[in-house]
């Protein structure tokens, strides 16, 4: 219901301070809600810029923007915002990034480097063989349960050290290099956006899809622990199989 004529530099100015901080925080959630619509964006940084003509707004105000901004893939953006506020921390953004996707816009992904500020924007191919596909939040611990378990699971591990990869729509420099160096699985890529996989959820964790030539075969959400046809490793090893990456599977 917001609407970019009740923002205008003219309005806002007559908005009360606490006014103002209730129309800041619902745009914050809009932004960050859906990313890829650029609206809700624009909005919360017009109210930012009146917040910025009063008293200082808090470091928690500008940090919000400064999400939002990583999150839309605005790099320069939220960068030119922290040089603003050098007293204030914000986490990290590439300094560069090295467009490799040869003008293809499915399955886009950042390559994050195990250091440097320099990361790779490329596109996965989904269309031929088997694949895995766990999305995720990178501080999920029940991600981190079902990784630990997958890792631990020799034939199960062998399947997705080969097959699988690691995909969270959350962009972190610091928990993407976290990812593969605990798990020594370097496999880990963060979505360039959601609506370049048009298979998979982003607002859960974990997900697991099993693709076989561009088709998921299986799908499965969360990670249960209990032995049992339903746990997890079951899971796992049923979602091999119905593509063919385990023993006992079909092979179309």
């Not at 990784?147 to 062998?158: C, D, V, W, Y």
């Not at 998979?200 to 076989?212: A, E, G, K, Q």
Request: aromatic share 12%.
């Amino acid at each position: 219901m917001f609407r970019e004529a009740d923002l205008s530099a003219g309005r806002l100015k007559t908005y009360s301070d606490s006014s103002l901080g209730k129309v800041y925080g619902g745009l914050y959630g809009a932004a960050y809600t859906f990313p890829e619509d650029p609206v809700f964006l624009r909005m919360q940084r017009a109210v930012l810029d009146e917040k910025l003509r009063r008293p200082r707004p808090a470091a928690s105000e500008v940090r919000r923007m400064h999400r939002n901004y990583v999150a839309a893939r605005m790099f320069g953006e939220a960068a030119a915002l922290a040089g603003r506020f050098p007293d204030i921390s914000f986490q990290a953004v590439p300094k560069t990034v090295t467009d490799d996707t040869s003008r293809r816009t499915k399955w886009r992904v950042f390559d994050i480097p195990e250091n440097g500020s320099t990361v790779t924007l490329k596109a996965l191919d989904p269309g031929s063989g088997r694949k895995v596909v766990m999305t995720m939040f990178p501080g999920c611990a029940v991600a981190e349960k079902a990784m630990t378990s997958i890792m631990a699971a020799p034939e199960l591990s062998a399947a997705f050290r080969e097959y699988g990869m690691l995909l969270t729509a959350r962009f972190s420099l610091e928990n993407a290099r976290l990812w593969k160096t605990s798990f020594n699985f370097p496999r880990f890529y963060i979505a360039y956006k959601a609506s370049d996989f048009p298979e998979m959820d982003y607002r859960t964790s974990p997900n697991f899809y099993f693709l076989r030539d561009g088709e998921v075969k299986f799908h499965f959400f969360g990670w249960n622990t209990r032995v049992g046809p339903s746990s997890g490793t079951a899971q796992m090893a049923k979602g091999l199989r119905a593509i063919g990456a385990l023993a006992g599977g079909s092979a179309r």
